[in-house]
C-alpha cells in the first residue's frame, strides 16, 4: 500500500492533508492513492451545506460540528468556494473558523477554492470527500456559497443537502432560490431571531407545497396527510418512500459561547433523513446514480485525452485557424478531426 | 440553404425565434442550421453584462439598448439566467422589459434559463449569439446574473465584458467581487446616486490597481502614468496592448422616461474597447482561443458519444454495481471500460 494511503487509513493529521494538496492540485499521484482509498470508504455520512452569501452557513457549519463533537462524534469540514475562479482565495477560509473547534483533534477543516473549471472544483470536492471519509471521519460537512448551478454539482458529493435561507436578504435572492429549492432534503432558516423570520419560513413552505403539486394534496407541519395514488386521493400518516423537505428554523452565532438555538433539531432531523435513505432504498439510488455520473465524466475525459494524443498539433492549429477564418464551421471541424 | 436559415440572414424575426427554441432544446435540427449560418457571423459586437443580484444590470442592458437605438444601430438582447437549474424560470425575464423597446423592429429579446448543465447553458448562449449575429444585429448584449463561474462560462461569448456592482450589497457580495473582476473589461457601478457609491467605486479602484501589481505602478483616472518594465519603472501615456479596466458610473432606471446618466460614457467605452481589440491583435487571438476551447468541447462530447455507443449496456452496469459495491474503483473501472 502507499505509504500516504496507510498513513490517512491509520488517521495520520499529516498524511490526511499532504493527500488533500494532491487532490487539490490533481496531482498524477491523487489517482493511485485515490484508488487505493477508495476500498475504505462509504462509512462517512455526508451532509451538504449551500445557501446564499450572508445566510450565516459558516456558523452554522460550526455549530453543527460541535453538536456532533458533544455527541462523541468525529467531524470534517471542507468549505468549496466556487464564486473566486482565478484568485483561488477562500473566502469562506479558516481564518473566520471557530476558536471552539481549533485544536480539536476530533475536528478536520479545510477550505478549497476554485482551480480551473467548476467540473474541476466538484471532482476535486468528491475526491476530497473520499479521502476524508477514508481517514475515518463520522461526518463529512460540505460547505459551498452561491446561487445555482455550481451548488448544484458540488452537494453532488453529499448524502443530506441543507439549504440555508436568512430573512430579509432581499427579492432578487427570493428568486434564486426557486432553483436550489429542489436540492434540499433539508431547508434552514438561519438567523431566525431576525425580523422577518416567519416570512421567510412561510415563503419556503409556500414554494415546498408548489414543488409537489401532484404528488402531496394536503401537508401539516411537513408530515404529509394526504398523498395523490391512481385511485385517487389517500390519506397517510407516513410514506416511508416519500422524504419532504421541512423548513427548520436556526440561530447559530460566530461568537464563542454564544447561545445557537434550533442545531439540536437539524442534527435530529439529518438523522431522520439518514434513516429514511436507509430504509427506503432510495439510498442505494443514489449512490448508484452517482457512480454511473462519475463514471460517465471520466470515460468521457480518457477518451479525449486519448483521442488527443492522436491528433497531430500542426493539423489542429490548420483546423482552428480555418473556423477563425470561417472557413469551415465547428461541427465540420470537428467531423474533420475524428476523421483523420 | 435550410429555409430556416435563409429566412433569419434575410431579417425574418419569426425565422429567428423558431430556431432560437431549436437551440435551446438542442434539437438535432440546430446543428445542421448553426453550421449554415456560421459564414454569415463575425460581424456582431458582442457585449456581456454580469454582476450580482440587486445590480440593477436588467435596467442598464435597456438603457444601453436604447441608446445603440438612438445611434441608429440595431440590438439584441440575450438574458441568461444561470441560477435555476431546475424550474427553468427566467427571472430576468421579458416581463420587466422596459416598454421604451418594445415593438421596436432593431430590438429583439430573448431569454433563456438553464435546462441541464451549466455547460450547456454556456453551449446554447453562444450558439444563440451566432443566430442573433448571423441575422445581422449590430449588437448582441449577454446579461447574466450570479457571482462566479457560471458568468465566466457565459462571458466567454463576449467581445466585451462589463461587471456591474452597486453601493450597500453587503461584504459577502463584495468578496465574491474578487473572482469575476478579473473578467471585467469595464466595471460600471450602476445607481451610483444611492449613498456608498463612491466607497464601491474607490474599493474596486483599489481592487484593480492589486490585481495589476507588477505591471502599472501608477494609475490617474484609468490612464496608465507608469508601467515597471525590465529597465525599471517607465512613464507612458498610453500602451496600446495594454487594456485597463475603468471603474464608470451609472444611474440606469427601469422607469419609462427617468433620466439616465453615464450611459454614453459606458457606451464610448466600449467603442474604446473594440478599437483596442482590433489594434492591439488581442481580439484575434481572443477568438482563437476561444474556437481551441469550442473544438475540444465539442471533440470531447463526440468521442464519448462513440465511445458509449461502442459500449454494451449490461457491461457497464456491471461494472456500476462493482464500485457502488466498492470491489472495484473508478479509476480502474474506467481502464475496464476502455479496455473492452
Avoid: C
Avoid at 103 to 112: A, E, H, L, Y
Wanted: glycine residues 10%; charged residues 25%; aromatic residues 4%.
Amino acid at each position: 500500500m502507499n505509504p500516504l494511503a496507510e498513513g490517512i487509513v491509520g488517521g495520520s493529521r499529516r498524511a490526511l492533508a499532504r493527500a488533500l494538496t494532491h487532490i487539490e492540485n490533481q496531482s498524477p499521484e491523487s489517482e493511485s492513492l485515490l484508488s487505493e482509498l477508495y476500498p475504505h470508504t462509504g462509512r462517512a455520512w455526508v451532509v451538504g451545506v449551500t445557501g446564499a452569501p450572508g445566510t450565516g452557513k459558516s456558523s452554522l457549519v460550526n455549530a453543527m460540528a460541535l453538536a456532533y463533537r458533544r455527541a462523541g462524534k468525529t467531524v470534517a469540514i471542507v468549505a468549496v468556494d466556487p464564486t473566486s475562479p482565478f484568485t483561488g482565495g477562500a473566502i469562506l477560509g479558516d481564518r473566520i473558523r471557530m476558536r471552539d473547534l481549533s485544536g480539536d483533534p476530533g475536528v478536520f477543516i479545510r477550505s478549497m477554492a476554485t482551480r480551473g473549471s467548476l467540473g474541476g472544483l466538484a471532482r476535486t470536492t468528491r475526491d476530497a470527500v473520499r479521502a476524508l471519509d477514508a481517514a475515518g471521519f463520522d461526518y463529512v460537512l460540505v460547505e459551498t456559497v452561491g446561487a445555482g448551478q455550481s451548488e448544484v454539482e458540488i452537494v453532488r458529493t453529499a448524502h443530506t443537502t441543507i439549504v440555508v435561507e436568512a430573512p430579509g436578504l432581499g427579492d432578487d435572492v427570493q428568486a434564486i432560490k426557486a432553483g436550489i429549492l429542489e436540492i434540499a432534503d433539508i431547508l434552514v432558516v438561519n438567523k431566525a431571531d431576525r425580523p422577518g423570520a416567519d416570512n421567510t419560513v412561510r415563503a419556503l413552505r409556500a414554494m415546498l407545497e408548489l414543488g409537489h403539486p401532484t404528488r402531496v394534496t394536503a401537508m401539516h407541519h411537513g408530515r404529509v396527510m394526504q398523498i395523490e395514488t391512481p385511485g385517487g386521493p389517500e390519506v397517510v400518516e407516513h410514506d416511508p418512500y416519500l422524504w419532504l423537505p421541512k423548513v427548520l428554523r436556526t440561530v447559530a452565532s460566530r461568537e464563542v459561547g454564544a447561545e445557537n438555538d434550533g442545531i439540536a433539531a437539524l442534527i435530529d432531523e439529518i438523522a431522520r433523513h439518514r434513516t429514511f435513505l436507509s430504509r427506503s432504498e432510495q439510498g442505494a439510488s443514489q449512490a448508484r446514480e452517482r457512480i454511473q455520473i462519475e463514471l460517465y465524466d471520466r470515460l468521457k475525459q480518457a477518451v479525449f485525452e486519448r483521442a488527443l494524443a492522436a491528433l497531430p498539433p500542426a493539423h489542429f492549429d490548420a483546423i482552428v485557424e480555418a473556423v477563425v477564418a470561417r472557413t469551415l464551421d465547428p461541427q465540420q471541424a470537428v467531423l474533420q478531426i475524428l476523421d483523420a
